[in-house]
């Protein structure tokens, strides 16, 4: 499978968002997506994850209750719908896939799509 997130953009402290990663196929129920993200000179982190038909969502503590991730399966895609955006929110964000349901290892997952700029400026 192929992933590809969009969605990213320039945009102001206190504002919304959603980016969307969208696969070349549809998602099977051993599917897990995960979103990371990477900031200039910091290591990739983990984000948010979702497993097939969003019977499992878990969340990284740093953006608990401002982010939220879904799946539209009949579109292929899944979204981080992301709130009062901060400027430690910046980074490039990835999507990627596993079948390891819960997991917030990189190396877990495969699929690693191109990444999108998010820029939230203060």
């Known amino acids: 499978v192929q992933l590809q997130a969009s969605g990213g953009g320039l945009v102001q402290a206190g504002d919304s968002l959603r980016l969307s990663c969208t696969a070349s196929r549809r998602f099977y129920t051993s599917d897990t997506v995960g979103w990371f993200r990477q900031a200039p000179g910091k290591e990739r982190e983990f984000v948010a994850g979702?497993?097939?038909?969003?019977?499992?969502?878990y969340y990284d503590d740093s953006i608990k209750g401002r982010f939220t991730i879904s799946m539209e399966n009949a579109k292929h895609t899944v979204y981080l719908d992301m709130n009062s955006l901060q400027p430690e929110d910046t980074a490039v964000y990835y999507c990627?896939?596993?079948?390891?349901?819960?997991?917030?290892?990189?190396?877990?997952?495969?699929?690693w799509g191109r990444g999108t700029q998010l820029t939230v400026s203060s």
């Open positions: 990627a896939r596993s079948t390891q349901s819960g997991s917030r290892w990189g190396p877990d997952f495969d699929s």
């Open positions: 979702i497993r097939w038909a969003g019977s499992n969502k």
